[in-house]
């Protein structure tokens, strides 16, 4: 069972998106039907449920979590209907399931996609009949505890696909939330900044935190955050700590802790990139650049017998381009030596 006050369920945010999606949740609260709260990795979808069960009649009972992609099918079988005594061999005793720890309060089912089909068919009983049976057992148990499932994957495509049942995906779809992308919560964005940096100074012991700069809220605000609001705060609090001075403001955003110049596995430097390395500044750009270009052309004539149109094909140009490069470098068609080389 988890021990959360509602406190420690607080959700943060003012966005368009975010406050639709908070009204839904005021309402679907109020059920006793099954819910799936669905998501993007790391968008807070157990907050939501979590908030789900505060805003219920149900707030001060039992609200009880279990991942369900962290457990084996039998381990699974066990955490949610429990086990008798002698069930298995190591069942030295008792053990009390989740649906019954769960009784008159709420049941999460993480990772809900993740439950082995055999399983899902034992759930779709607990929730139609609210009976089963602990695993070895045969008295059977009762429970009125509300189901809120959890994903990132797409439901009904597992449906289709035969990996979900529909009939279960029927009875805990009553009511979806999707939970919006920090991508698409605009600058939400930066109010979860400042909590989660403002969280973590007051850990590290410093006496403030001076803000981000202008340079890192843009950084903030322009990256695409594919971990949302998980990454979110790994970065920020990475950036708060990286950060030498705790009265200076948060210049740079470090988002990715491996980004380094010796980084294992990274892949050898490219003949591109040898070249590019080779090069001293300062340098005349738009003269290096022609010289580049001049040699790509002559090259290209000299491996393909100065025929025309299949030097243009290996630089991937179009035969009036090549043209056109010719004419600017003023590079010869046809080597002085061959004149019934054909070129074009």
Not at 164 to 185: E, G, H, K, N, Q
């Amino acid at each position: 069972m988890t021990d959360q006050s509602p406190e420690q369920t607080s959700i943060i945010g003012e966005s368009p998106p975010f406050l639709a999606m908070m009204e839904h949740v005021s309402r679907a609260a109020r059920l006793d039907k099954p819910v799936l709260v669905i998501g993007e990795r790391g968008t807070g979808k157990e907050l939501v449920a979590s908030r789900l069960h505060y805003l219920s009649d149900r707030w001060d009972q039992p609200m009880v979590k279990l991942n369900c992609a962290a457990l084996t099918e039998s381990l699974l079988e066990s955490e949610l209907f429990g086990h008798e005594a002698g069930a298995f061999t190591g069942a030295a005793r008792r053990h009390t399931g989740r649906f019954e720890r769960a009784e008159g309060g709420t049941l999460l089912l993480d990772e809900l996609a993740m439950i082995p089909v055999r399983m899902q068919e034992k759930i779709l009983r607990v929730i139609e009949y609210g009976e089963f049976e602990r695993v070895g057992g045969s008295e059977t148990l009762r429970t009125d505890a509300r189901v809120v499932g959890s994903t990132n994957q797409d439901l009904p495509a597992l449906a289709r696909d035969g990996r979900f049942r529909s009939d279960l995906l029927d009875r805990l779809a009553f009511d979806v939330i999707t939970v919006p992308p920090l991508r698409a919560r605009g600058r939400d964005l930066l109010l979860l900044a400042e909590h989660f940096a403002l969280n973590f100074t007051a850990e590290m012991r410093r006496p403030f935190f001076a803000g981000f700069s202008p340079a890192a809220e843009t950084a903030l605000l322009a990256h695409r955050w594919p971990g949302n609001v998980r990454e979110l705060k790994n970065t920020v609090e990475r950036s708060v700590y990286r950060t030498e001075s705790p009265e200076e403001p948060v210049v740079d955003i470090q988002f990715d802790p491996f980004d380094s110049p010796y980084r294992i596995g990274a892949d050898d430097p490219s003949p591109e990139q040898e070249v590019l390395e080779s090069v001293t500044l300062p340098r005349d750009f738009r003269d290096y650049i022609s010289g580049v270009e001049r040699r790509l052309i002559a090259r290209a004539l000299s491996e393909n017998r100065y025929h025309q149109g299949r030097s243009a094909e290996a630089l991937g140009l179009s035969y009036h381009q090549f043209r056109g490069y010719l004419k600017k470098y003023a590079i010869r068609a046809r080597p002085k030596s061959a004149d019934e080389t054909p070129s074009g």
